[in-house]
Structures are given as structure tokens and as C-alpha cells.
């Protein structure tokens, strides 16, 4: 394994601010403590600490033990020692029920909290997408309240639809644990927002306007109205159903809300509502539409009929509430609760958080798909073994900021080590790899046939594995001890490396406790072969012959490697695995 390059005055701020970040979660929930909470306020608050997210969790663990064996009282004043203006700010805070995110506003005044998901969908979800899910299934639960999701699919040639994609959006938000009490497809309810559309006209909220894109640009900035803007309401309504008849072209013509045209902002001086596209929709159902609602009035409608009550949205989409609220003005609507929040980057990855970026990966053969464990997507964690859950939690534990938030995926990690680690077997997978020395192979004399590891360290009662030495093994070229010098086979015992072969010299563990002799995993030279398929790319090698008896989607700990997913078993060939984390 590779040498920490931590120094000891990083691991000593290290510790320091896990011991903090332990104590304030150990008191704010009068519980003990648990690493995985703690990984994400400590990797938000100190991102210099992001490269060392391996090994961390490993640092912190006998920390928050420490932490766990204090007394209530004995915390707190620790606490008070280490971080006085912390337990201060706890104190403050409002007695009762602790949640990890803030109330939402006015939630009183609603018999039932409703909120909405409401994605474009040009593809399966990137880690980012999963935020919204994660925070709205949060406040369901909280609430008792309904979860939405609402298609908005009605840019059929910019944002472009995939017709695999709704579906697998849906099976992203089962995988993060929740089920939505409705699901709406926009490119299904054109038809309405005709309705509200014409309704708006009567309403003189809305006019036509041919007006070519750059030159109402100009007049807009300049606060001057577009000759349009007093046309009569029979003439708005003969020439919105001619765009509703597809007798436009694109760019042609478009129906505009009425706002101030003087207004400060010029982003909120009569928007459009409406545009003619020619490209036809990639849904059966809705390929015979041209005029299409524009996101802001298709989404203001929808909420207001949906009986959505809270919205989350962009705190740089702060213009559409704007816009919306002119046409929630004409129709004499209430609009919903709105709470802004900040973008959310994922570190750990080299390829960027895009669905586009993604989607070009993908076609030019540069990502093997959606689930290609180097591609920052939510089905890409669920193909490496990584539950739902803990993605969920380190995304509800980022709170609502209208800052920019990080997401450290050590803190993801920490969270499915702790849910899956202790009903995890263990296993041994030998790397044939530059990065650890290649696969050096070892004849064994003098010792038991086989070697006998548990299949969990902390569980005895399980059993041990049988994993034979007859014919050789295969260790590491990174574990292989200079000639003379010994090495401990982990589950076998003490073995000394002579010229070309491991002499076994005893199971006396007094030689790894005592005398510093390294403890290494290793497998049968002729054991199956495996491809680990990791974010940096593919690993092969050997693995024990017990692997061959598990099943697609049982997870495995490669004792010295990390966490696994098995994807594929082939006794006849190659094995696959998903590396999931250390």
C-alpha cells in the first residue's frame, strides 16, 4: 500500500477537528457519535483535508471511541474547551425534535406539505441531481407530507428528452429510498397550458410579438415597449392558435406575459411564454406539438394545480420566482413557500458533473456508460454497491445554504462503511498492477495446505474460509519481502522468503505483535481471475476460490483493497467486481 504523505501537523488539525465536530454531534443529538455523521461537516469546513479521505476515517474512528466513552456532562465541557462559540450557537437553538435541515417556512399554514422534483429528462441523474430527491423525501418523512414528480420535458430540441431517461430517474429515486406520491409528464398537460394561456390573453396579461429575437432585445433594455405590446385580445387569441395550429416556424412568433416594461430588472420585462420549435418531440404522445410553453410559465402553472406548497430551486433561478409571480398576479394565485439554495460540486472525480458532458463521454466511447464507476452518476453508485441511504445522508447533512456547497465523497463512504461493514465477508483479491509492485508468484513448503481466515474478524461464529496453498500463491510485488526476511500470510501465518519460494516458519502471531512483521493478503496463484472495475480505471488479478460463490450484487471487502460489489461470476474466465470504496 502506498505510504501516507500526511505530515503530523495536518494529522494533529485532523484530529482536533474531529474531536470538535464528534463532541458537537455527540451533544447536539444526545447520542454517541457516529464517523459517517461526522465526515461531511469535517471535509465542508476543511477541504484541504479532501486528498487524505482514505485514510481519515481511519484516524478519526479511535477519536470518536474516545468521544463515545465521555459522559454527557464531560462532553459538554470538553466541547466548551475546544470550540466555546459551537456549544454556545447549540445552545441557542430552539429546544425540541433535532432535524439535520432547517424548518421549512410557514408549513403550518398548509394541511399538507407538498413538494416537487422536477427534472428535464435528457438523461439518467448525475450525483448532483440526487440532492433535490434526498432533501424533499427528507421533508416528506418529517412532514408526513407528498413527494412529486413532475417531468418537465417541454424543450424538445435544446434539452432533448431521452425516453430511457424517465424511467431511470424514477429507479434513481427508489434507489435513494423514496417513492413519489404522483408523477406528472409535462409534454402530457400541453393542452392545459393552452387553457392558462388563453385564459392569460382574456386576461390581457399576454400579447403575440413577431418582433425579431435581437431587435425586442434592444427595446427591451432600453425600457421601451415593442409595437406589439397593444394589440387587441381577439387579434392575441386569432394569433396564439395559429401557433397552437403549428402555422409558424420557429422563431416567428411567440406569446409574451405583460410585466413592467420598465421594470429594473430587464430579465423580468415581458418574458416569453410561448415559442414555435420545429424539432418534433421524441415522446408518440406529444410529436404532434410545435408550440411549447417556456419553463417558467409550464412550471408556474404546474404548481399552483399541482397543490405543490414548498419549492427548492437554484438560488440563481432567484428571476424565475420573479416572472412566475406576474402570472400568479393575474390569476389571483397565492404562490408557493421558497427556499434558495446554493450548487452542490462532488469531489473525487475527473469527469465533470454534466449530463451533457456525460452523454458526450459516453458516445465517444471514453465512458462505458452510465454506470461506468469513473462517471460521477447516481447509477454509477449503485452498480459499485453504494446504498442509497448513504448518499442521501450526506446530502440532507449539507443542509439548505444559499452558499455553494461541496459534497466529499469520503463522507458517502464513511456512511456505507458503517451500514454495510460489519454483515460484509471478507475475501482476498491479489492486484496484478504497477501501482502494487505487479502479481508475484510463490511456491509454499513446509506448511498446512490451506489457510483459514474468518469471514469477518468481528464475527467468529461465521466460520473461516478454506483457501488452499497447494500449487503456489500469489501476493502482491509491493508485500514481497526481501530475501531472508519474513512475512505474516494473513489467515495462514508466518512464512520467510527464500530464493524463489515461502518457507513456512510457524503461527506464532508473537512475530506481527512483537517482533513488526507485515501482515499481507495473498490468494492461490491459481485462483480465479477477477477484474476489479475501480474510478481509475480497471484492475485485474487473482482472487480466492470463494469468491466464485457469491452472486451479482453480494458486496465483499478485499481485505487491504476496499469495498466491492460482485457484478459477474464466470468460474470459466473472468470474474467482475465494482470497487466501491476503502
Not at 197 to 223: H, V, W
Not at 347 to 371: F, N, Q, R
Not at 496 to 508: I, L, P, Q
Amino acid at each position: 500500500m502506498p505510504e501516507s504523505c500526511m505530515d503530523e501537523e495536518l494529522r494533529a488539525r485532523i484530529e482536533e477537528a474531529a474531536e470538535t465536530n464528534a463532541l458537537l454531534n455527540a451533544v447536539k443529538h444526545d447520542s454517541e457519535a457516529q464517523v459517517g455523521a461526522i465526515m461531511g461537516p469535517l471535509m465542508g469546513e476543511n477541504p484541504e483535508f479532501r486528498e487524505h479521505g482514505d485514510e481519515i476515517p481511519g484516524i478519526i474512528a479511535p477519536i470518536v471511541d474516545r468521544v463515545n466513552g465521555m459522559d454527557a456532562e464531560k462532553r459538554r465541557e470538553r466541547l466548551q474547551e475546544l470550540a466555546p462559540e459551537k456549544l454556545e450557537e447549540l445552545e441557542a437553538e430552539d429546544e425540541g425534535e433535532d432535524h439535520p435541515l432547517p424548518d421549512l417556512p410557514n408549513v403550518e399554514e398548509y394541511d399538507t406539505v407538498r413538494m416537487r422534483v422536477a427534472p428535464n429528462p435528457n438523461g439518467p441523474w448525475h450525483i448532483g441531481h440526487a440532492r433535490m430527491a434526498a432533501v424533499i423525501g427528507t421533508y416528506k418523512e418529517r412532514y408526513d407530507g407528498e413527494f412529486v414528480c413532475r417531468f418537465d420535458d417541454t424543450d424538445p430540441e435544446t434539452k432533448r428528452p431521452d425516453l430511457d431517461a424517465y424511467d431511470q430517474i424514477l429507479d434513481a429515486i427508489d434507489y435513494l429510498g423514496f417513492e413519489p406520491d404522483d408523477v406528472f409528464t409535462a409534454s402530457d398537460r400541453v393542452e392545459t397550458y393552452y387553457d392558462y394561456a388563453r385564459q392569460l390573453i382574456d386576461a390581457e396579461g399576454a400579447y403575440t410579438c413577431s418582433c425579431p429575437q435581437g431587435e425586442f432585445s434592444d427595446m427591451k433594455n432600453s425600457g421601451e415597449a415593442c409595437p406589439h405590446r397593444e394589440k387587441d385580445v381577439a387579434t392575441v387569441h386569432e394569433e396564439f392558435d395559429a401557433m397552437v395550429d403549428g402555422e409558424y416556424d420557429s422563431g416567428e412568433m411567440v406569446l409574451r406575459v405583460r410585466t413592467d416594461i420598465t421594470h429594473k430588472n430587464p430579465a423580468l420585462r415581458d418574458f416569453v411564454a410561448f415559442r414555435m420549435i420545429d424539432t418534433p418531440h421524441p415522446r408518440e404522445a406529444a410529436a404532434d406539438y410545435r408550440c411549447w410553453p417556456m419553463l417558467d410559465f409550464q412550471s408556474g402553472v404546474d404548481d399552483h394545480l399541482l397543490g405543490i406548497t414548498h419549492i427548492i430551486r437554484g438560488i440563481d433561478l432567484q428571476d424565475s420566482a420573479k416572472r412566475q409571480q406576474f402570472v400568479y398576479d393575474y390569476f389571483d394565485w397565492e404562490y408557493p413557500e421558497v427556499v434558495h439554495w446554493g450548487h452542490v460540486q462532488v469531489d473525487a472525480y475527473d469527469v465533470k458533473m454534466s449530463t451533457s458532458t456525460i452523454s458526450e463521454l459516453i458516445a465517444e466511447g471514453e465512458l462505458d456508460g452510465w454506470d461506468d464507476p469513473r462517471a460521477p452518476t447516481v447509477a454509477s453508485l449503485r452498480r459499485r454497491g453504494i446504498r442509497g441511504e448513504a448518499l442521501v445522508d450526506a446530502m440532507v447533512e449539507l443542509g439548505t445554504s444559499t452558499s455553494n456547497v461541496d459534497l466529499a465523497m469520503s463522507s458517502v463512504y464513511a456512511n456505507n462503511r458503517e451500514m454495510i461493514d460489519d454483515d460484509t465477508d471478507r475475501a482476498f483479491f491479489v492486484r496484478d498492477s504497477d501501482d502494487h509492485g505487479g502479481l508475484v508468484e510463490r511456491q509454499v513448503v513446509g506448511g498446512p495446505d490451506a489457510g483459514e481466515p474468518p469471514y469477518h474478524p468481528d464475527h467468529e461464529d461465521r466460520g473461516r474460509r478454506e483457501i488452499p496453498v497447494v500449487g503456489g500463491v500469489a501476493v502482491e510485488g509491493d508485500d514481497l519481502p526481501g530475501h531472508g526476511e519474513r512475512v505474516w500470510l494473513k489467515g495462514y501465518g508466518c512464512v520467510r522468503h527464500t530464493r524463489d519460494a515461502f518457507e513456512y516458519v510457524g503461527d506464532d502471531i508473537a512475530a506481527v505483535r512483537e517482533e513488526g512483521v507485515d501482515v499481507v493478503h495473498w490468494a492461490p496463484a491459481d485462483g480465479p481471475a477477477l477484474r476489479l472495475r475501480t474510478m481509475d480505471g480497471d484492475v485485474t488479478g487473482v482472487a480466492e476460490p470463494g469468491v466464485l460463490d457469491y452472486d451479482a450484487d453480494d458486496v465483499l471487502q478485499f481485505e487491504r483493497v476496499g469495498f466491492a460489489r460482485v457484478d459477474d461470476v464466470d468460474p470459466d474466465g473472468e470474474s467482475v467486481a465494482y470497487f466501491a470504496h476503502p
